[in-house]
């Protein structure tokens, strides 16, 4: 396992809530962030909203115990959140805008892999959103009540319906919800 | 196939394979490359759901702190949540309302002699509880509702009923004791059109729903239209045996 940067304090910060430490985040990194969606079109509430999902999408990833930071927070949290405005500024212009700017920070391999892995991450929480509200009521029901950390046995009695009823069940709304996703344009390009 | 596949997966994952099967099942996943494919991306589907409904309050929690700290540090910021990327939540609410909250319902009991179509439907129309759990962002009301309507005190249930599907309405547990509650103040047909409604939803308990326009019309000794609810209970919906015991005693 790779030995964790003396910056992953603020990741464990995000994890735990910490209200301290995510003053001297927002104190310490929002300020570039700033600049760089000022420079490029954006306002100061959008700067604020991408600063913050980045951060967001950084707690998803981290509260899935699977995340070690190996390169300084700076660069790694100002690529997250550049590749999320470019993305965002594509959405509201339907172009292919990009830019480079690094305000700076020198962006080597190992921090763009984590930001990557980071984004990535991200996308798939995304898409799969997207495709489970796109299934039937009764399977978003019956998924709910598994996913929510309950028996199937348990589901079963609430909904008053047989175990075996509810697994079957459960598994062809699963099913479904893999064919809606493995049918998406960006199944492909992220890595499950 | 796909189905029973699926199925299968979902056994093994559920760790209810006899040794056997799960053997034979390894061994597939072995040799089968495109059966392992799916099998890892059914998996980590699963996983990967489960994870952000468990961590959900915390990412509330945390999306509440980062709000007002980017009031403090982005000049002209509103305090409603995040709209650049909208994390399309609204089914959280659904979720939370889901695993809130679901109707029990009727036992059977052994068809001793049958007086009348009343006496049937009291043996049949148990309402059973409306269980609200925490979570809901609507508690409060639908926690009092449901202690009228597991009381059986239907006048007073129905008000509260009405109030707690304003705040959620797309709770069909609610939306059931609600019917239910008019049948029992005698409102047969607007009784009548919100158990349909129900039925032509896709929700899990639109059979139910079936199962008591049945109890509906028997209760005002429409025997026929019972019969003709109760044999569109198809023979997979959980309601059937029932509805097969209820249209024996009828017929």
């Known amino acids: ?192 | 196939m796909t189905e029973l596949l699926n199925e299968q997966m979902e056994l093994y994952l559920a760790g209810e394979m006899d040794d056997a099967g799960k053997m034979a099942f390894e061994q597939q996943l072995q040799t089968d490359e495109a059966l392992a494919q799916q099998f890892s991306l059914y998996k980590n589907i699963q996983e990967e759901m489960m994870a952000a409904r468990q961590h959900y309050e915390g990412e509330k929690k945390l999306k509440a702190n980062l709000q007002s700290l980017s009031s403090q540090y982005f000049s002209g910021t509103e305090t409603t949540p995040a709209k650049v990327v909208n994390m399309k939540r609204k089914w959280y609410y659904a979720a939370a309302s889901i695993a809130a909250a679901v109707l029990m319902f009727i036992f059977l009991k052994p068809a001793l002699f049958p007086v009348n179509n009343q006496e049937i439907y009291a043996r049949y129309a148990i309402p059973e509880s409306l269980s609200v759990q925490r979570g809901a962002v609507a508690d409060s009301i639908c926690t009092v509702a449901a202690g009228f309507y597991n009381n059986h005190q239907y006048a007073q249930a129905k008000p509260q009923l009405q109030q707690c599907l304003t705040a959620q309405p797309n709770k069909t547990e609610v939306q059931l004791a609600y019917s239910i509650c008019l049948l029992e103040l005698k409102e047969y047909n607007t009784a009548l059109n919100t158990f349909k409604a129900i039925s032509e939803g896709n929700s899990l308990l639109k059979q139910r729903a079936v199962w008591w326009m049945a109890l509906t019309y028997l209760k005002q000794d429409l025997k026929g239209q019972a019969i003709e609810m109760l044999q569109s209970i198809p023979a997979d919906a959980p309601d059937y045996e029932k509805a097969q015991q209820l249209l024996k005693e009828i017929r």
């Open chain 1, 1 to 192: 396992m790779s030995t964790p940067h003396s910056d992953q304090q603020y990741i464990e910060a995000l994890v735990q809530n910490d209200p301290v430490l995510l003053n001297e985040l927002y104190r310490r990194y929002s300020g570039k962030i700033k600049g760089m969606v000022l420079k490029n079109s954006g306002t100061e509430q959008d700067a604020a909203d991408v600063f913050q999902e980045g951060l967001i999408a950084l707690y998803q990833k981290a509260s899935t115990g699977k995340f070690v930071l190996t390169c300084p927070l700076d660069a790694f949290l100002y690529t997250i959140c550049r590749n999320k405005w470019i993305n965002e500024i594509n959405k509201r212009k339907g172009t292919g805008v990009t830019f480079t700017d690094t305000e700076g920070y020198s962006i080597d391999d190992d921090t763009f892999k984590s930001a990557e892995q980071v984004m990535q991450h991200h996308q798939r929480r995304e898409l799969l959103e997207e495709k489970f509200a796109q299934l039937g009521e009764g399977c978003r029901e019956l998924l709910e009540l598994s996913w929510g950390g309950r028996a199937m046995e348990e589901v079963a009695g609430l909904l008053n319906i047989t175990y075996a009823y509810v697994r079957k069940k459960k598994s062809e709304c699963m099913g479904k919800l893999v064919e809606l996703v493995k049918g998406s344009a960006l199944f492909e390009t992220l890595k499950w």
